[in-house]
C-alpha cells in the first residue's frame, strides 16, 4: 500500500506565504513525476506544478513567480513553497505522484487534500 500525505494548509493573509508538504510512504520503489493540484469551489481540479525526479520544473502561469515546487528524492516528499498569495489562490490542493512499486507496478497516486484560504 502507498500513501501520500499531505501538510501545511491553513489560513493566510492576502500577500503571505505558506509551505504546503507532502510524504510518499508503503512499499516504493521508485518515485517519478510528482505534481500538486488544486481544486477551488465549483471549479475543476487544475495542475498547480509539477517536478520530474531529475528536477525539471512547470507551473501554470498564474502561479509562475510567484510558488516554487521542489523535492526530496531520498525523504520521498515534494513540497509547494507558495508566496505571495491571492485570494484566487483558495482552494484544496492535492499531492500526486506517478510511483512505481516493487514488482515494477506502476500508477498515479493522490493524497487526501489540504486546504489553503487566503483571505483578502
Known amino acids: 500500500q502507498v500513501q501520500l500525505v499531505e501538510s501545511g494548509g491553513g489560513l493566510v ?8 508538504s507532502c510524504a510518499a510512504s508503503g512499499r516504493i520503489f521508485a518515485i517519478n513525476t510528482m505534481a500538486w493540484y488544486r481544486q477551488a469551489p465549483g471549479k475543476q481540479r487544475e495542475l498547480v506544478a509539477v517536478i520530474t525526479r531529475g528536477g525539471s520544473t512547470n507551473y501554470v502561469d498564474s502561479v ?15 513540497s509547494l513553497q507558495m508566496n505571495s498569495l491571492e485570494p484566487e489562490d483558495t482552494a484544496d490542493y492535492y499531492c500526486n505522484a506517478d ?11 493522490w493524497g487526501q487534500g489540504t486546504q489553503v484560504t487566503v483571505s483578502s
Open 13 to 20: 493573509q492576502a500577500g503571505g506565504s505558506l509551505r504546503l
Open 99 to 109: 510511483i512505481t512499486r516493487p514488482g515494477l507496478v506502476r500508477r498515479w497516486y
Open 64 to 78: 509562475k513567480g510567484r510558488f516554487t515546487i521542489s523535492r526530496d528524492n531520498a525523504k520521498n516528499t515534494v
